[in-house]
């Protein structure tokens, strides 16, 4: 599970953020094409919070859609796919979004 290794850094980054003070709530933001699973990730931060002052915090994960860039025409493709085909018939697409894996917020006390 190597969700618990992303956790665990995380943790560690929203703690060096969060200069001492407790952190209330955190906010992720997961791409659909990342490999990452929310549930997994919920599960893993309760355990790496434990004993610190992320402890008990509110986690709310969000997922965001891929995207994609047809080389061809440009068109911009949203999609949950992970392989997909412009309308213009191109498979030629440039993915600029949906990989991420980013703490969009978090609030400390
Ligand atoms: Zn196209």
């Known amino acids: 599970m190597h969700e618990l290794g992303i956790t665990r850094?995380?943790?560690?980054?929203?703690?060096?953020?969060?200069?001492?003070?407790?952190?209330?709530?955190?906010?992720?933001?997961?791409?659909?094409?990342?490999?990452?699973?929310?549930?997994?990730?919920?599960?893993?931060?309760?355990?790496?919070?434990?004993?610190?002052?992320?402890?008990?915090?509110?986690?709310?994960?969000?997922e965001t859609p891929a995207c994609f860039i047809c080389r061809e025409c440009s068109s911009e493709i949203v999609t949950n796919e992970f392989f997909v085909q412009c309308d213009c018939g191109s498979t030629h697409l440039e993915c600029v979004a949906g990989q991420e894996l980013n703490i969009k917020e978090m609030e400390v006390a």
């Open 9 to 62: 850094n995380i943790v560690a980054i929203v703690i060096e953020h969060a200069k001492g003070s407790k952190v209330l709530r955190v906010v992720l933001e997961i791409g659909k094409l990342s490999a990452v699973m929310p549930d997994a990730i919920r599960f893993c931060f309760d355990v790496c919070s434990k004993g610190t002052q992320l402890e008990g915090a509110d986690l709310e994960i969000i």
